[in-house]
Each structure stands twice: as structure tokens, then as C-alpha cells.
DNA sequence: CATATGATGGACT
DNA sequence: GTCCATCATATGG
């Protein structure tokens, strides 16, 4: 299976966001000494200036961390969790694709969420601006049609965007879900 | 150093 | 649906 290229990332957040979908993400954890496989199924988009939900509006390291190459990992810490990201567009723009929820493939876990993910998996601040494919990477797999693609507004933003940003595999349970969402 | 701030999660009505 | 504990940043003095 192969990896996905950083041409792969340099489009618009939201395409890449969709095209995510199904695809899956293998980290190698250095703690556990296993590499850890899951399917993506749940994932947002975020924009630059103009996208008043993103931190690259106020928060200047994000900003210029999401202004690197397509590619970058960007790890955001709110409340009491570690957000996963990759960087995507060109150099010099800011967006990013949120991880929201995995299916485990040879682990065990709740995944179901992008503060439980990242738990589950040992991710932290360490992948921070790192380039995507020695400890974590994502693979080539499956293609979702657009019609099993669910569509919403961004969870917990306090500002969203009129445009649907949040993507979702239809009718997957390990999409995160409560009477929240 | 002090303080404001949530891309959350979980408990509760 | 609402409420709130919690804590690693970012930012300003």
C-alpha cells in the first residue's frame, strides 16, 4: 500500500478533507514498539484569516505552522487534548484537515473523537511540525463515493463557517457522535 | 509572572 | 440539549 504523496496535500483543505475519508493512518509508536493502524473515518477543515474558526487567525505559531509545506503535522493543544492535523495547500497559505475519529484496524481503542484519538494512540506535541512519513504517515486505501460521505457543520466552533466543513463516513459507528453532535 | 482562552469530553437534565 | 472541570499554550506586562 502506498503512501500518500505530498501532491496528495497540496490542494484545498476541504478536498483533501473528503479524500481522507477511508484512507488510513499508520503511526509507529516508539513507546509500544507496534505499529498502529487505522482507517480514518471523520475528518474538518479549517482556512486561513478568512476562516474565523481557525486558530490561524490568533494564535501565531499555528498560523505559521500551518503556512509550511503540505505535509506538516500539526499537533493543537485545547482543554486537555492533543488535535491532530496535517497541514495541507500550498506553501504560504494556512489550512488544515482535523483527524476527528479512527477505526482501529490491529489495535484496541476508542478512537471515536479527536482528543480520544490522539490518547489512544500516545500522540503528542513531540509530531508537532514534523513531516508526515517516519513516525506517522497515511496510506493509499479505499476510495468514498461522494454518497456515503455525511456532511455537517464543524463540532465545538464557536464561530463556523456558513459552507459544511465536517466530513464523515455514513452510518460508520466509530464516527464521533453524541447528543452533541 | 498572570491571565485569558478553548479544534474537548463526559456528566447530567 | 446544557453545564463545567481541566490544563497546555499564547500573549501581554
Redesign the pocket.
Known amino acids: 500500500m502506498k503512501k500518500l504523496n505530498k501532491e496528495f496535500f497540496e490542494r484545498n483543505a476541504d478536498d483533501v478533507a473528503k479524500e481522507l475519508l477511508g484512507k488510513v493512518l499508520v503511526f509507529n509508536s516508539g513507546l509500544l514498539k507496534k505499529r498502529l493502524r487505522a482507517k480514518i473515518v471523520e475528518t474538518?477543515a479549517?482556512f486561513d484569516e478568512n476562516?474565523p474558526?481557525?486558530?490561524?487567525v490568533?494564535?501565531?505559531?499555528?498560523?505559521a505552522t500551518?503556512k509550511m509545506g503540505a505535509g506538516t503535522i500539526?499537533?493543537?493543544?485545547?482543554?486537555?487534548?492533543?488535535?491532530l492535523?496535517v497541514v495541507t495547500g500550498f506553501e504560504g497559505g494556512a489550512s488544515?484537515v482535523?483527524i476527528?475519529a479512527l477505526e482501529p484496524i490491529n489495535f484496541e481503542g476508542?478512537c471515536?473523537?479527536?482528543?480520544?484519538?490522539t490518547?489512544v494512540l500516545g500522540i503528542d506535541?513531540l509530531l508537532?511540525k514534523k513531516i508526515l512519513g517516519v513516525e506517522i504517515f497515511i496510506e493509499d486505501s479505499e476510495i468514498i463515493s461522494e454518497e456515503e460521505i455525511g456532511k455537517s457543520h464543524?463540532?465545538?466552533?464557536?464561530?463556523d463557517l456558513k459552507e459544511k466543513m465536517r466530513f464523515y463516513i455514513k452510518g460508520n459507528k466509530f464516527v464521533?457522535g453524541?447528543?452533541?453532535?
Not at 464543524?154 to 464561530?159: L, M
Open positions: 474538518e479549517y476562516d474558526a481557525s486558530r490561524a490568533s494564535n501565531g505559531d499555528l498560523r500551518m500539526l499537533v493543537y493543544g485545547v482543554h486537555n487534548n492533543w488535535l492535523n488544515a482535523l476527528r476508542n471515536s473523537g479527536p482528543g480520544r484519538l490518547k506535541k508537532h464543524r463540532i465545538g466552533v464557536t464561530k464521533s453524541s447528543s452533541r453532535y
